[in-house]
């Protein structure tokens, strides 16, 4: 059984940073491509980072260049997403997703198999 459950979620001032948490049960995060991606109300579901499962090349698109990074603890089979300066506009439902093979579009959300039930981030003062 394959679950995936995020966690960390929550209202966060702008400037502020806070660390999203994604466990994974059921399967080797090592094994497979990792992603976070989000959706804001009325607007498509987006990568926001996203880890290889191959070379461990990472994609994070400019919106979040610099701010967000995604990393791995394979002993925990838990995966972060380190989230810093957020802005209103990060103001989102989070999820993290796993697929189990060489992505060759890495971020994209229709290539991954298992989804979380995702987690709210609000930026607000």
């Known amino acids: 059984q394959v679950q995936l459950v995020e966690s960390g979620g929550g209202l966060v001032q702008p400037g502020g940073s806070l660390r999203l948490s994604c466990a994974a049960s059921g399967f080797p995060l090592d094994y497979y491509a990792i992603g976070w991606f989000r959706q804001a109300p009325g607007k498509e579901r987006e990568g926001v980072s996203c880890i290889s499962s191959s070379d461990g090349s990472t994609y994070y698109p400019h919106s979040v260049k610099g701010r967000f990074t995604i990393s791995r603890d394979n002993a925990k089979n838990t995966v972060y997403l380190q989230m810093n300066s957020l802005k209103p506009e990060d103001t989102a439902v989070y999820y993290c997703?796993?697929?189990?093979?060489?992505?060759?579009?890495?971020?994209?959300?229709?290539?991954?198999?298992?989804w979380g039930q995702g987690t709210q981030v609000t930026v607000s003062s």
């Open positions: 997703a796993a697929a189990p093979k060489v992505l060759f579009r890495l971020c994209v959300p229709d290539e991954y198999d298992y």
